[in-house]
């Protein structure tokens, strides 16, 4: 059993301040708002209940809420008294059924930056691990550091602290690993997040934290088939407000918004913005065959979902006190109005994002014509089901012009086709993206939807990430004895000019459809240009997202509108080899072996 720590009685409460008195006589309150008599009545504090959450289904009590027994363990075992929301939150998401188990198997929180997430993060790790033994605990983030940063200050909460400290049996620090494991057999691990995160693990809890930087479903499909097979279970993504290309915490957010009955009215004004869900392109390579089970797998019922959304009202100005109240939860507490004083000359978007946490649609002005890229979206059919599809008028008809394209820093390849449809306009968008290149090549000779119908494959020839994938490719088609038989065209020069002057001819001018595509709206909405002579090409490296997704629909496109290829060439009839008067070879056997794949 865990020792109690002794901790000083409250003041007593005096005059109190001329606050208004926030409890209600519920245990609940009395939790939550514990201390409130000590307050500073001069003093502006943030709002311990988020703007918009999830309502409990019944009063929130020790017997219907585990939240109260981790804010006790917090005080009485680890020594930290946690902010009011802090005490908030966990009673709200730690509400339990009927049953005594957990309602919610993934819990979505939003909250302005420096508001103490880590420090709600470390109790609440600590808590599962030393009071319900909850065997594996696997923290990720978009950037390794932050997630590392979280699992130090967990450890040393343990390590600094005598009475704690013999509970740590085993800490590891290896290059790219990091997990420490308690005398009672319990692991903290932390991993990068990719789509191997957590390969080969079986989590009870997952800390996905930052969870706005995740522009693809990678990781969050690595992570939930950790805890699949888990009866106790619990999915925390953390984070503060998004944008267009949140696309995992944008999704969710729909779900939940609309679970509650849309209160900001954003699943309405999304309209067909709003289908993020994960789709085939989205599940892993080695998971393909089993693709529609693992789609299930990555979605969530919304019955089990939780949202806490400490934000500041839409439409609200940046200088309003109320909205710094609203989205910053720890105001008073362990942040003062100055420091969010401080912060109001620092870009409008992220001065709404990080300290308002309020959702902006994009960062840019983007490439194109305001609103001309929603102009061109097809819109989706609804299904008995709920889910949404492409209408047989959005499909693209015979033949396919294809173009590849990798991000800057490697970690994904896109596929994008462009084609008529059957009202004869052109039609382009991406459909494929996975991580790696080595799955392209058999991906366009074997896929179901492709086979057959691509006449020519192009990429960036020279300079870029696909370069060298493009030109294996070609290699592949020019060698009769290699199965590749789409043609490759080289885009290089003024052609790459081209490709972006009449991409953004087509898209301003409406020439050319797209479904809706998160990776792919989202670089239409962020991509920054750069001037070439007199013309111009995709930013890659000053884009706020990954432009890769746009650099392979406008070289579709393209290559679509370009003439016909050349048909591959020929195999070579072989060499004869000839004998000089002297009985030596002038012939080159070697080479003609070389030439016929020998």
């Not at 930087?213 to 407000?241: D, F, P, Y």
């Not at 089901?385 to 033949?399: N, P, Q």
Request: proline share 6%; net charge negative; charged share 25%.
């Amino acid at each position: 059993m865990l020792s109690p720590r002794k901790t000083s009685s409250p003041r007593s409460q005096g005059s109190g301040p001329s606050l208004v008195d926030p409890r209600d006589g519920s245990i609940h309150d009395e939790y939550v708002h514990a201390g409130w008599e000590l307050l500073n009545p001069g003093r502006r504090y943030g709002s311990a209940t988020p703007r918009i959450f999830t309502p409990p289904l019944r009063e929130l009590t020790p017997e219907t809420s585990w939240g109260f027994e981790l804010i006790d363990f917090a005080r009485d075992v680890l020594g930290v008294v946690l902010d009011p929301w802090q005490r908030w939150l966990a009673i709200h998401m730690l509400e339990l059924r009927e049953d005594g188990r957990l309602r919610f198997a993934t819990a979505i929180i939003l909250v302005a930056r420096q508001n103490g997430k880590s420090t709600f993060v470390s109790v609440m790790t600590l808590w599962f691990m030393m009071v319900k033994g909850w065997p594996l605990t696997l923290g990720t983030a978009q950037d390794l550091g932050t997630a590392e940063e979280v699992w130090e200050s967990t450890l040393a909460t343990l390590q600094d602290d005598e009475d704690l400290a013999p509970f740590v049996e085993k800490v590891i620090r290896v290059n790219g690993k990091k997990e420490f494991r308690l005398a009672t057999h319990e692991r903290y691990v932390v991993k990068a997040a990719s789509r191997r995160a957590g390969r080969g693990m079986s989590a009870n809890l997952v800390i996905l934290d930052e969870l706005r930087e995740q522009q693809t479903w990678q990781a969050w499909a690595a992570v939930t088939k950790t805890t699949n097979a888990q009866e106790n279970r619990l999915i925390v993504g953390m984070s503060n407000a998004g944008d267009l290309t949140s696309v995992v915490l944008r999704h969710f957010r729909l779900k939940a918004h609309a679970a509650i009955g849309d209160p900001d009215g954003i699943v309405s004004a999304a309209g067909d913005a709003a289908l993020t869900a994960p789709t085939v392109a989205d599940v892993d390579p080695e998971d393909a065959e089993d693709a529609e089970f693992f789609l299930d797998e990555m979605e969530i019922d919304e019955d089990t979902l939780f949202l806490a959304e400490w934000s500041a009202a839409p439409g609200c100005e940046k200088t309003d006190r109320n909205g710094w109240a609203q989205a910053n939860p720890s105001l008073g507490h362990r942040m003062r109005m100055g420091t969010i004083a401080s912060q109001l000359d620092d870009p409008d978007w992220v001065f709404r994002t990080e300290v308002l946490c309020q959702w902006v649609d994009s960062i840019l002005d983007g490439p194109f014509p305001a609103g001309s890229w929603e102009k061109g979206t097809n819109t989706p059919v609804a299904q008995p089901d709920g889910s949404f599809v492409a209408s047989d008028d959005d499909r693209i008809v015979g033949d396919l012009a294809v173009c590849v394209d990798v991000s800057t820093d490697r970690s994904m390849t896109y596929v994008a086709v462009a084609g008529k449809r059957r009202d004869g306009i052109d039609q382009a968008g991406v459909v494929a993206y996975r991580a790696g290149t080595d799955w392209v090549k058999s991906y366009l000779m074997s896929d179901a939807s492709l086979r057959g119908r691509i006449k020519s494959v192009t990429g960036q020839w020279n300079g870029a990430p696909v370069s060298p994938l493009i030109r294996e490719l070609a290699a592949a088609f020019a060698d009769p004895g290699d199965k590749f038989t789409i043609p490759v065209v080289e885009w290089s020069g003024a052609d790459l000019m081209g490709a972006c002057a009449i991409g953004f001819d087509a898209v301003r001018d409406v020439t050319v459809r797209h479904n809706p595509q998160p990776v792919l709206d989202a670089a239409a909405a962020t991509a920054s240009m750069k001037t070439l002579g007199d013309g111009f090409v995709l930013d890659r490296k000053n884009s706020f997202s990954d432009v890769a997704p746009l650099m392979a629909f406008m070289g579709a496109l393209w290559l679509h509108r370009r003439r016909k290829p050349s048909a591959r060439p020929a195999p070579l009839p072989p060499s004869v080899v000839r004998s000089s008067d002297s009985g030596g070879s002038t012939g080159s056997l070697t080479g003609d072996l070389q030439s016929i794949s020998f």
